[in-house]
């Protein structure tokens, strides 16, 4: 399986968990890719501003995200290190709970979902658990999580399908381009250039 090169940029427009926009930025870096973008949002009254630099590896495993965060509560910043076997530092710091993911998956964007089937790179019927260090977008706390499955199912139309199914039961169908950039996830976001 392969994906044509991610565009120079692409961007999202939010559902109905929140009011917003999401723009990323896609550049070549050292075989891989630096991705680089901002989420701005509206949700249960709160606002907040995410800016994200995520650098992933050829295979699109994530080897360093440095995440700003901006609500009324102040300015966060945390900075994920991982050596693309599967070990962490949050800041610095060596992060055991972490042991054996290999995406960051920020809840504030749509493109981090890019990396789980990128690097999984799934045939038509195969399926897959795809645990992910998670980004929480208010208070950027950073969580092991592990409730993530992608089932890749037949294409009708332009683009890849898969079903997705993650905590507390939330289930969906995930549409990506030939690019393996996610352009509609059901009640979360829908790609907008």
């Known amino acids: 399986m392969t994906f044509a090169p ?3 940029t692409a961007a999202w427009r939010h559902l109905d968990a929140s009011t917003g926009f999401e723009v990323a930025y896609f550049r070549p870096l050292d075989g891989g890719h630096r991705i680089e973008g901002c989420t701005t949002a509206v949700e249960d009254g709160r606002t907040w501003i995410v800016g994200y630099v995520i650098d992933v590896d050829a295979a699109w495993i994530t080897r360093r995200a440095e995440v700003t965060g ?11 290190e991982a050596d693309g076997a599967g070990h962490w530092r949050v800041d610095g710091a060596p992060a055991p ?4 993911l290999l995406d960051v998956d920020l809840e504030s964007s749509a493109m981090t979902n890019a990396f789980p089937v990128h690097r999984m790179r799934l045939a ?3 399926e ?6 998670y980004v929480r977008a208010l208070d950027l ?3 092991r999580l ?4 992608y089932v890749r199912i037949p294409d009708e ?5 898969y079903d997705y199914t993650s905590v507390d039961g939330f289930a969906c169908r995930l549409v990506y381009d030939e690019s393996g950039i996610v352009l509609d996830y059901p009640g979360i976001a829908v790609r907008v250039r």
């Open 128 to 133: 897959a658990d795809a645990p992910a260090v």
């Open 146 to 149: 592990d409730e993530q499955h």
């Open 6 to 8: 991610p565009p120079e």
């Open 70 to 80: 901006r609500s009324a509560a102040g300015t966060r910043h945390i900075t994920l």
């Open 124 to 126: 038509v019927g195969d």
């Open 141 to 143: 706390a950073v969580e």
């Open 97 to 100: 709970l972490l042991d054996g």
């Open 157 to 161: 139309g332009p683009g890849q399908r």
